[in-house]
């Protein structure tokens, strides 16, 4: 090795240093101990002995740690479903209405984005007093004559998911609609033309030409999706609680990782054994649905 | 006297001098109501008054963070001398670690406390005492005055009474009971409130502890199920309805009864201090028969087994375990003091409070389930939402309550 080769070397190693440290620290560090903690028995917030892979086991095969585990991961796939369909598709349909220059789309442009810059915490808050029983959402069902559909929104538990998923998608849909249309905009004009001259009409060209050219743009929302709803945490917080009231129907395996791990202040004991061990199966969910749905869509990506 | 004598003299003098120096204590105290610090530091000046050879340093940790810094103090060996300790599960995971030491021998006054709050403070394991409890809480319905005058009600002393009273401000366009279900724990209290004098207080509780009957008791199933017949007098699509929005429609005198704990009354008055409220017990399931309330330990205070003052931190216990601190718990912080024997003449509310509790049975779950996952509060504040919200039977909420705790508690393992 040269000389200049080792400098440079050493300039990069300079470089990359402090971004490897703050991802060593804060992100490896932790994942590490926490896979480390889940191999033991605590009593509370003491260390015990060594208990081998048992705190998995609990979590998959034992009650009642079984019934939270897959009950929230249930929900969790609910968040998957629901944001994969209602708020992607809306997103694709934005981003391609934006891309066909509709007026004013600068102006939507914006508006659609402005609630992804919201903290979460703020919109987890505000929509929290928009569902109330007395909250905006139901003064408006009355108002406009259908009193009939107001409902506790948070508190019923066939629909108290779905209203914070709805929330989510409110403050998200900007995201998907600028990446699509970003991937659509990039997209080279010769490819419409020729397709308008062979007549192609609008619902073809979408399906046939727009699809295929942006698989890449909808593999990174779809891993972002994964990540999103297997992360679901602040939005069930703020709305309805730790607890995933009512009843568990909001319990994603965010909050119950929480709850276990710390102990919910109002009804419970940490477990930092067994939270960890979900800390960890949600890494490796996590990790693992990645890389399956980016195999799945890459053999789908079309070369220009 | 020769010259030697007035030296080893001299010596004596400096040694004894010496060792009354070494006694002159410094006393680490924790808490974690930085809000009451000011309030504390008035007690604990009392105390080195007539303790001038002990000196007692506060310190405040936030609520939601203080177990964990003090269990990791505690095990690094630089905890304080003396500390809040919380009452049953939490205090065990303390005690059982070996870093609270017992304390019948350093503080006799603990004698002369009632069961209730004892309980609170000693181990399930070794049955010792670890700490000096310092008030209860009480569960019980508050109601408004102004209403009940206006539609010549009368506090009801049975169940009939209590649902003809929700009746008739129902029918007079006022909003009965102010409590929702969103927030799980609320229920919990909803139940204690309530339900003891269905499921037979004491008689119940103290056999379902030692496992001679569980919750699938029908005593106990049919108990939680008289919460149902409080469905119609809650708020519309009251399952939307939080805790805070509990509190404001009885503030705001929206709603004209709340079923809650001693804990409320200070936030209510001071909110609304034109709001004219008062309480009753829980009713009695028939007439003439006692009404029972649920009862809990708020916390104690406790010594660090390792502590290098051991006697000057008893001395402090046994301030904290007398007179003077159960007076300072009802006049400055405005709780209920289980010291035996405080004066409360000065406090109506805690007075009436205090009258109540004679006949008080443990606050189910917290007291006897809270010392495991999944706690039965755990449980049964889940069930019950789902049971309000009509998903779920009282013979439902019963049987997931009974197999949640059944996982682990001994007594239903035989």
Same mark, same amino acid.
């Given at each position: 090795?040269?000389?200049?080769?080792?400098?440079?070397?050493?300039?990069?190693?300079?470089?990359?240093?402090?971004?490897?440290?703050?991802?060593?620290?804060?992100? *490896?560090?932790?994942?590490?101990?926490?896979?480390?903690?889940?191999?033991?028995?605590?009593?509370?917030?003491?260390?015990?002995?060594?208990?081998?892979?048992?705190?998995?086991?609990?979590?998959?095969?034992?009650?009642?740690?079984?019934?939270?585990?897959?009950?929230?991961?249930?929900?969790?796939?609910?968040?998957?479903?629901?944001?994969?369909?209602?708020?992607?598709?809306?997103?694709?349909?934005?981003?391609?209405?934006?891309?066909?220059?509709?007026?004013?789309?600068?102006?939507?442009?914006?508006?659609?984005?402005?609630? &992804?810059?919201?903290?979460?915490?703020?919109?987890?808050?505000?929509?929290?007093?928009?569902?109330?029983?007395?909250?905006?959402?139901?003064?408006?069902?009355?108002?406009?004559?259908?009193?009939?559909?107001?409902?506790?929104?948070?508190?019923?538990?066939?629909?108290?998911?779905?209203?914070?998923?709805?929330?989510?998608?409110?403050?998200?849909?900007?995201?998907?609609?600028?990446?699509? *249309?970003?991937?659509?905009?990039?997209?080279?004009?010769?490819?419409?033309?020729?397709?308008?001259?062979?007549?192609?009409?609008?619902?073809?060209?979408?399906?046939?030409?727009?699809?295929?050219?942006?698989?890449?743009?909808?593999?990174?929302?779809?891993?972002?999706?994964?990540?999103?709803?297997?992360?679901?945490?602040?939005?069930?917080?703020?709305?309805?609680?730790?607890?995933?009231?009512?009843?568990?129907?909001?319990?994603?395996?965010?909050?119950?990782?929480?709850?276990?791990?710390?102990?919910?202040?109002?009804?419970?004991?940490?477990?930092?054994?067994?939270?960890?061990?979900?800390?960890?199966?949600?890494? *490796?969910?996590?990790?693992?649905?990645?890389?399956?749905?980016? &195999?799945?869509?890459?053999?789908?990506?079309?070369?220009? | 006297? !020769?010259?030697?004598?007035?030296?080893?003299?001299?010596?004596?003098?400096?040694?004894?001098?010496?060792?009354?120096?070494?006694?002159?204590?410094?006393?680490?105290?924790? #808490?974690?109501?930085?809000?009451?610090?000011?309030?504390?530091?008035?007690?604990?000046?009392?105390?080195?008054?007539?303790?001038?050879? @002990? $000196?007692?340093?506060?310190?405040?940790?936030?609520? #939601?963070?203080? !177990?964990? @810094?003090?269990?990791?103090?505690?095990?690094?060996?630089?905890?304080?001398?003396?500390?809040?300790?919380?009452?049953?599960?939490?205090?065990?995971?303390?005690?059982?670690?070996?870093?609270?030491?017992?304390?019948?021998?350093?503080?006799?006054?603990?004698?002369?406390?009632?069961?209730?709050?004892?309980?609170?403070?000693?181990?399930?394991?070794?049955?010792?005492?670890?700490?000096?409890?310092?008030?209860?809480? #009480?569960?019980?319905?508050?109601?408004?005055?102004?209403?009940?005058?206006?539609?010549?009600?009368?506090?009801?002393?049975?169940?009939?009474?209590?649902?003809?009273?929700?009746?008739?401000?129902?029918?007079?366009?006022?909003?009965?009971?102010?409590?929702?279900?969103?927030?799980?724990?609320?229920?919990?209290?909803?139940?204690?409130?309530?339900?003891?004098?269905?499921?037979?207080?004491?008689?119940?509780?103290?056999?379902?502890?030692?496992?001679? $009957?569980?919750?699938?008791?029908?005593?106990?199933?049919?108990?939680?199920?008289?919460?149902?017949?409080?469905?119609?007098?809650?708020?519309?699509?009251?399952?939307?309805?939080?805790?805070?929005?509990?509190?404001?429609?009885?503030?705001?005198?929206?709603?004209?009864?709340?079923?809650?704990?001693?804990?409320?009354?200070?936030?209510?008055?001071?909110?609304?201090?034109?709001?004219?409220?008062?309480?009753?017990?829980?009713?009695?399931?028939?007439?003439?028969?006692?009404?029972?309330?649920?009862?809990?330990?708020?916390?104690?205070?406790?010594?660090?087994?390792?502590?290098?003052?051991?006697?000057?931190?008893?001395?402090?216990?046994?301030?904290?375990?007398?007179?003077?601190?159960?007076?300072?718990?009802?006049?400055?912080?405005?709780?209920?003091?289980?010291?035996?024997?405080?004066?409360?003449?000065?406090?109506?509310? @805690? $007075?009436?409070?205090?009258?109540? +509790?004679?006949?008080?049975?443990?606050?189910?779950?917290?007291?006897?389930?809270?010392?495991?996952?999944? $706690?039965?509060?755990?449980?049964?504040?889940?069930?019950?939402?789902?049971?309000?919200?009509?998903?779920?039977?009282?013979?439902?909420?019963?049987? +997931?309550?009974?197999?949640?705790?059944?996982?682990?508690?001994?007594?239903?393992?035989?």
């Amino acid at each position: 090795m040269t000389r200049v080769d080792v400098r440079k070397g050493l300039w990069i190693t300079l470089f990359v240093l402090p971004g490897l440290a703050v991802v060593g620290v804060f992100i *490896l560090l932790p994942l590490f101990v926490s896979l480390f903690n889940s191999l033991f028995n605590w009593q509370q917030l003491i260390r015990g002995g060594f208990v081998g892979l048992d705190n998995f086991r609990k979590i998959l095969l034992a009650d009642p740690y079984r019934t939270r585990f897959f009950n929230a991961l249930g929900n969790n796939l609910k968040w998957f479903i629901v944001t994969m369909l209602v708020q992607n598709s809306i997103g694709l349909l934005f981003g391609y209405l934006l891309s066909r220059k509709v007026a004013a789309g600068g102006f939507y442009k914006r508006i659609f984005f402005i609630p &992804v810059l919201f903290s979460i915490v703020a919109v987890g808050f505000l929509w929290g007093l928009y569902l109330k029983p007395n909250g905006l959402v139901n003064a408006f069902l009355k108002l406009v004559g259908l009193p009939g559909w107001t409902h506790a929104w948070l508190g019923e538990e066939k629909i108290a998911t779905f209203s914070v998923i709805v929330v989510n998608i409110w403050r998200w849909v900007g995201f998907p609609s600028l990446v699509f *249309l970003a991937a659509i905009d990039s997209l080279p004009g010769e490819c419409f033309e020729a397709a308008y001259l062979d007549g192609a009409r609008e619902w073809t060209t979408f399906w046939k030409i727009v699809i295929p050219l942006i698989v890449p743009a909808i593999t990174v929302i779809t891993v972002l999706t994964i990540i999103g709803s297997l992360n679901v945490f602040e939005q069930v917080y703020t709305m309805t609680g730790l607890d995933g009231p009512p009843n568990y129907s909001t319990d994603t395996i965010g909050t119950l990782f929480y709850r276990t791990a710390f102990g919910s202040v109002d009804s419970g004991n940490p477990q930092i054994g067994i939270g960890s061990a979900i800390g960890v199966v949600i890494y *490796l969910l996590t990790f693992v649905a990645s890389i399956g749905s980016i &195999v799945a869509t890459r053999s789908r990506e079309v070369e220009l | 006297m !020769n010259r030697r004598k007035v030296f080893l003299a001299s010596l004596l003098v400096f040694a004894v001098a010496g060792f009354a120096f070494a006694q002159k204590a410094t006393i680490q105290y924790w #808490t974690w109501r930085p809000e009451d610090v000011d309030k504390y530091n008035q007690l604990l000046s009392d105390f080195q008054k007539q303790n001038p050879d @002990i $000196t007692v340093v506060q310190t405040a940790q936030k609520n #939601t963070e203080y !177990n964990t @810094i003090l269990s990791a103090a505690l095990s690094g060996g630089s905890g304080p001398d003396v500390f809040q300790s919380r009452a049953y599960g939490g205090l065990e995971t303390f005690a059982q670690s070996g870093y609270m030491e017992p304390l019948e021998q350093w503080v006799p006054e603990l004698k002369g406390f009632a069961s209730a709050p004892l309980r609170g403070a000693t181990s399930i394991k070794d049955g010792k005492i670890y700490g000096v409890p310092f008030a209860s809480q #009480t569960l019980f319905v508050y109601y408004n005055k102004k209403m009940y005058a206006k539609l010549g009600l009368k506090p009801p002393a049975t169940w009939a009474q209590f649902l003809a009273n929700l009746d008739a401000m129902k029918k007079a366009g006022i909003q009965p009971l102010a409590n929702g279900g969103k927030d799980g724990w609320t229920l919990e209290v909803m139940m204690g409130a309530l339900c003891p004098n269905f499921y037979g207080a004491n008689d119940y509780f103290n056999a379902v502890v030692k496992g001679q $009957t569980n919750f699938q008791d029908a005593r106990f199933v049919n108990a939680i199920g008289r919460l149902k017949d409080l469905i119609p007098y809650l708020p519309n699509l009251y399952m939307g309805v939080s805790y805070t929005d509990m509190q404001t429609a009885f503030i705001n005198e929206q709603a004209g009864h709340f079923i809650g704990g001693s804990f409320e009354a200070g936030y209510f008055a001071s909110q609304n201090p034109d709001l004219q409220f008062d309480v009753f017990p829980g009713p009695a399931a028939k007439a003439g028969d006692p009404q029972y309330v649920s009862t809990y330990a708020d916390g104690n205070f406790s010594m660090n087994a390792a502590s290098k003052n051991k006697a000057a931190a008893a001395k402090l216990l046994r301030w904290f375990a007398s007179k003077a601190t159960g007076d300072f718990f009802i006049k400055s912080l405005k709780q209920v003091s289980v010291v035996p024997g405080v004066d409360t003449s000065a406090d109506p509310f @805690i $007075t009436k409070v205090l009258s109540f +509790q004679k006949y008080e049975t443990p606050y189910v779950f917290l007291v006897g389930f809270r010392y495991q996952q999944p $706690t039965g509060s755990t449980l049964a504040q889940a069930a019950l939402q789902g049971m309000l919200a009509g998903t779920l039977s009282p013979a439902d909420v019963a049987k +997931q309550i009974q197999d949640g705790i059944a996982t682990y508690y001994a007594p239903f393992k035989k």
